[in-house]
C-alpha cells in the first residue's frame, strides 16, 4: 500500500489456505494470456494447480529463447520489453533455473501490455553478452527468438477446447497414527550407554517408556505378548523407563506395570546421560532437532548399529519385518521404507557419526568419548573436523589423568595445524608443565608452546596466560610466571571470574615462593587450565 500498510488480499485470490507450501511454479497452462500456477505443499495436498481464469481485457506476450552460440535454453539472458512512447521504461525479464526454491517455473517468458495495443520492440541480451533487437512484433502472441536469427517466430498452438470449470478435490488425509518409522541406509554405532548391551551378536530392541504414557503400557503388553515370535526371531529387548527423570514419573508405578504384564524381557531405568546419548543419535538423523518422544524405540543391529527408529507405538508385525531385513542391501531396505511409488534420482545420503564422538567428548563423558574415538578413529581422521576432535580428546584424557593420551592428541593436533591451534598448544603446554608425572614435564617446552598460543590470542586469554605463567614455573623462570600470572588475574577480574582469580591466585602465591604448580594426581577439572 502507498501508505506502507500491508493488505493481505489472499482471500480475494483464492490463495488463502492452510497449506504449508513451499514451492510455486509458474506456467500459461492453457495458452489463453495469463499466467497459471503449480504450488508444492510439505503438507498434503503435496501439490495444487491454480488455473488463472480472472476476467481481463489486457494485452500480453510470451517469449521462448533458443540459444546457438551459448547454452540452448539461454539460462541467464535478459529480456525487455520496449512499450514506446515518451516515458519508455522497458518491462524485464532475466530467464533463470530454479527460479524457486524446490520449483522451476516455464521456460516461456511472460509480459503483462496492460492497455498498450499497439506493436512493441523486445530486445535480449544473451548469455555471452551479446545484444539483439527484434522490433514491430504484435500483442496477444507467442514467440520464439533464436539467437543470432534477427526474426521473431510466431508459435501457433492447437487451439484449446472451451475452458471446464475446475472444482476442487476433496482432501484426503490418512487417519494420524501418532507412529513413524524411520529407515537408517548408515549404521550409526551407538555409544557406551549406561548398561546398555551393544554388540551382542543379536538385534536388540532399545524401548524408551514411562508408566504415564498410555501407548507405551499397550507397547510393552504387545512385546509380552509376542515374546515366542521375537526370540525365534533373534530379536532382544531392553525396555528403560524415563520414570526416575520426568516430573510426573513413579518408578514405583513402573515396576508395577512390569509385574502386571509379566515383562519377560530386560528392563532398567534410564539416567539423564541415557537420555542425552540416545538424543545425540535421534538428532544424526533428522535435520529438526526435537526432543525423543514416548515411546520411542530403537533397533540395533548384531554389531550394536542403528538400524531403524520408531517414534510413537511400535508394531510387533513391524518389527518383525524390520528384522528380517536387517540383512538386505540398502536399495532394498530403501524401497521398503518408501511411503509413495516413484524412482530415487541420487543415491541415499550418508550420515558420518562423526558428531557423536565430538558431542561426547564436548560434553565431558570422557571415557565413553575415548573409547567411541579408539573404537571409530580410522573412520575420524578423514572428517574435517578431526583436528577439532583431537583437542578435546586430548582434554578428556587430561580430566582423566592420562598425561601421556593427552600429549598424543595434541600433538597431532599441533602437527595438523602446523603449530596454528592455540588450544592444542595451551593443553600441551599444560600437561608439559604441571603433570605430576615428572617423565613428562618439560618446562622449556612448555614455555615454547604457551609463547606460541599467546601469541596466536593476543595476549587476551586468561587460560593461555595461566599456562605460560606455570610452564615458566616449571623451567625455573619465576619473574615470568609472576608477571603472566597477574596478566591472566587482571583479565579474570575484568570479566567478573571470581572463583577462577582465587584458583590462580593459589598458584600466584606459590611462583612468589619460587615452587611450580603441580596437578593433582587423578586427573583436572574441566573447566580448561585455570583450576
Same mark, same amino acid.
Given at each position: 500500500?502507498?501508505d506502507?500498510?500491508?493488505?493481505?488480499?489472499?482471500?480475494?485470490?483464492?490463495?488463502?489456505?492452510?497449506?504449508?507450501?513451499?514451492?510455486?511454479?509458474?506456467v500459461?497452462?492453457?495458452?489463453?494470456? #495469463?499466467?497459471?500456477?503449480?504450488?508444492?505443499?510439505?503438507?498434503?495436498p503435496?501439490?495444487?494447480?491454480?488455473?488463472?481464469?480472472?476476467p481481463?481485457r489486457?494485452?500480453?506476450?510470451?517469449?521462448?529463447l533458443?540459444?546457438?552460440?551459448?547454452?540452448?535454453?539461454? @539460462?541467464?539472458?535478459?529480456?525487455?520489453?520496449?512499450?514506446?512512447?515518451?516515458?519508455?521504461?522497458?518491462?524485464?525479464?532475466?530467464?533463470?533455473?530454479?527460479?524457486?526454491?524446490l520449483s522451476?517455473?516455464?521456460?516461456w517468458?511472460?509480459?503483462?501490455?496492460?492497455?498498450?495495443?499497439?506493436?512493441?520492440?523486445?530486445?535480449?541480451?544473451?548469455?555471452?553478452?551479446?545484444r539483439?533487437?527484434f522490433?514491430?512484433?504484435g500483442g496477444?502472441?507467442?514467440?520464439?527468438?533464436?539467437?543470432?536469427?534477427?526474426?521473431?517466430?510466431?508459435?501457433?498452438?492447437?487451439?484449446?477446447p472451451?475452458?471446464?470449470?475446475?472444482s476442487p478435490?476433496?482432501v484426503?488425509?490418512?487417519?494420524?497414527s501418532?507412529s513413524?518409522?524411520?529407515v537408517?541406509?548408515s549404521?550409526?554405532p551407538?555409544?557406551a550407554?549406561?548398561?546398555?548391551?551393544?554388540?551382542t551378536?543379536k538385534?536388540?530392541?532399545?524401548t524408551?517408556? *514411562?508408566?504415564?504414557?498410555?501407548?507405551?503400557?499397550?507397547?510393552?503388553?504387545e512385546?509380552?505378548?509376542?515374546?515366542?515370535e521375537?526370540?525365534?526371531?533373534?530379536?532382544?529387548?531392553?525396555a528403560?523407563?524415563v520414570?526416575p527423570?520426568?516430573?510426573?514419573?513413579?518408578?514405583?508405578?513402573a515396576?508395577?506395570?512390569?509385574h502386571?504384564?509379566?515383562?519377560?524381557?530386560?528392563?532398567?531405568?534410564?539416567?539423564?546421560?541415557?537420555?542425552?546419548?540416545l538424543?545425540m543419535?535421534?538428532?544424526?538423523q533428522? #535435520?529438526?532437532?526435537?526432543?525423543?518422544?514416548?515411546p520411542?524405540?530403537?533397533?540395533?543391529?548384531?554389531?550394536?548399529?542403528?538400524?531403524?527408529f520408531y517414534?510413537?507405538?511400535?508394531?510387533?508385525?513391524t518389527?518383525?519385518?524390520?528384522?528380517?531385513e536387517?540383512?538386505?542391501d540398502?536399495v532394498?531396505?530403501r524401497?521398503?521404507?518408501?511411503?509413495?511409488?516413484?524412482?530415487?534420482f541420487?543415491?541415499?545420503?550418508?550420515?558420518?557419526?562423526?558428531?557423536?564422538g565430538?558431542?561426547?567428548?564436548?560434553?565431558?563423558?570422557?571415557r565413553?568419548?575415548?573409547a567411541?574415538?579408539?573404537?571409530?578413529?580410522?573412520?575420524?581422521?578423514g572428517?574435517?573436523?578431526?583436528?577439532?576432535?583431537?583437542?578435546?580428546l586430548?582434554?578428556?584424557?587430561?580430566?582423566?589423568?592420562d598425561?601421556?593420551g593427552?600429549?598424543?592428541?595434541?600433538?597431532e593436533?599441533?602437527?595438523r595445524?602446523?603449530?596454528?591451534?592455540?588450544?592444542?598448544?595451551?593443553? *600441551?603446554?599444560?600437561?608439559?608443565a604441571t603433570?605430576?608425572?615428572?617423565?613428562?614435564?618439560?618446562?622449556?617446552?612448555?614455555?615454547?608452546?604457551?609463547?606460541?598460543?599467546?601469541?596466536?590470542?593476543?595476549?587476551?586469554?586468561?587460560a593461555?596466560?595461566?599456562?605460560?605463567a606455570?610452564?615458566y614455573?616449571?623451567?625455573?623462570?619465576?619473574?615470568?610466571? @609472576?608477571s603472566?600470572?597477574?596478566?591472566?588475574?587482571?583479565?579474570?577480574?575484568?570479566g567478573?571470574?571470581?572463583?577462577?582469580?582465587?584458583?590462580?591466585?593459589?598458584?600466584?602465591?606459590?611462583?612468589?615462593?619460587?615452587?611450580a604448580f603441580?596437578? *593433582?594426581?587423578?586427573?583436572?577439572?574441566?573447566d580448561?587450565?585455570?583450576e
Amino acid at each position: 500500500m502507498r501508505d506502507g500498510s500491508f493488505c493481505d488480499v489472499s482471500a480475494v485470490s483464492g490463495l488463502d489456505l492452510r497449506d504449508d507450501g513451499r514451492g510455486i511454479g509458474r506456467v500459461d497452462w492453457d495458452r489463453d494470456g #495469463d499466467l497459471d500456477f503449480f504450488v508444492s505443499n510439505r503438507s498434503a495436498p503435496r501439490l495444487r494447480f491454480f488455473r488463472n481464469d480472472l476476467p481481463g481485457r489486457n494485452g500480453f506476450i510470451a517469449i521462448r529463447l533458443e540459444g546457438t552460440v551459448g547454452n540452448r535454453d539461454a @539460462i541467464g539472458a535478459r529480456v525487455n520489453v520496449h512499450l514506446g512512447g515518451e516515458e519508455d521504461l522497458p518491462l524485464a525479464r532475466t530467464l533463470r533455473a530454479g527460479d524457486g526454491f524446490l520449483s522451476q517455473s516455464s521456460k516461456w517468458l511472460h509480459f503483462g501490455l496492460g492497455a498498450h495495443r499497439g506493436p512493441v520492440t523486445v530486445e535480449v541480451r544473451w548469455p555471452n553478452g551479446s545484444r539483439e533487437s527484434f522490433p514491430d512484433l504484435g500483442g496477444n502472441a507467442f514467440y520464439r527468438l533464436r539467437e543470432k536469427s534477427g526474426t521473431a517466430e510466431v508459435v501457433e498452438f492447437e487451439r484449446a477446447p472451451p475452458a471446464k470449470p475446475l472444482s476442487p478435490g476433496p482432501v484426503v488425509l490418512p487417519a494420524p497414527s501418532g507412529s513413524a518409522r524411520t529407515v537408517c541406509l548408515s549404521r550409526i554405532p551407538l555409544p557406551a550407554i549406561d548398561s546398555l548391551p551393544l554388540d551382542t551378536g543379536k538385534p536388540l530392541l532399545v524401548t524408551l517408556w *514411562a508408566s504415564w504414557c498410555a501407548p507405551c503400557v499397550a507397547e510393552l503388553e504387545e512385546l509380552a505378548d509376542r515374546e515366542a515370535e521375537l526370540r525365534a526371531a533373534g530379536c532382544k529387548v531392553m525396555a528403560i523407563s524415563v520414570d526416575p527423570i520426568t516430573p510426573n514419573g513413579d518408578e514405583a508405578a513402573a515396576k508395577r506395570i512390569l509385574h502386571k504384564v509379566d515383562f519377560p524381557f530386560q528392563s532398567s531405568f534410564a539416567s539423564n546421560s541415557t537420555i542425552e546419548k540416545l538424543q545425540m543419535v535421534h538428532d544424526l538423523q533428522f #535435520d529438526i532437532f526435537t526432543e525423543l518422544p514416548l515411546p520411542a524405540s530403537f533397533l540395533l543391529d548384531q554389531e550394536g548399529n542403528l538400524a531403524v527408529f520408531y517414534r510413537g507405538r511400535l508394531k510387533v508385525s513391524t518389527l518383525l519385518r524390520d528384522l528380517g531385513e536387517l540383512g538386505s542391501d540398502d536399495v532394498a531396505r530403501r524401497n521398503s521404507a518408501d511411503q509413495f511409488e516413484g524412482q530415487w534420482f541420487a543415491p541415499p545420503r550418508r550420515l558420518h557419526f562423526f558428531p557423536i564422538g565430538l558431542k561426547l567428548l564436548q560434553r565431558g563423558y570422557d571415557r565413553e568419548g575415548i573409547a567411541y574415538y579408539e573404537r571409530h578413529k580410522s573412520s575420524f581422521a578423514g572428517h574435517p573436523q578431526y583436528q577439532r576432535m583431537l583437542v578435546f580428546l586430548g582434554d578428556a584424557a587430561n580430566r582423566l589423568g592420562d598425561g601421556k593420551g593427552a600429549l598424543l592428541a595434541y600433538g597431532e593436533a599441533i602437527g595438523r595445524s602446523a603449530g596454528k591451534d592455540s588450544a592444542a598448544l595451551r593443553g *600441551a603446554a599444560w600437561v608439559l608443565a604441571t603433570d605430576p608425572n615428572s617423565s613428562l614435564r618439560d618446562g622449556h617446552r612448555a614455555v615454547a608452546y604457551a609463547e606460541s598460543a599467546k601469541k596466536l590470542t593476543g595476549g587476551k586469554d586468561a587460560a593461555v596466560l595461566d599456562t605460560l605463567a606455570a610452564a615458566y614455573a616449571e623451567s625455573g623462570d619465576f619473574s615470568a610466571a @609472576i608477571s603472566n600470572v597477574e596478566a591472566a588475574l587482571m583479565l579474570l577480574r575484568d570479566g567478573g571470574e571470581a572463583a577462577l582469580v582465587k584458583r590462580v591466585n593459589a598458584r600466584r602465591s606459590l611462583y612468589l615462593k619460587k615452587r611450580a604448580f603441580r596437578r *593433582a594426581r587423578g586427573g583436572r577439572k574441566p573447566d580448561g587450565n585455570l583450576e
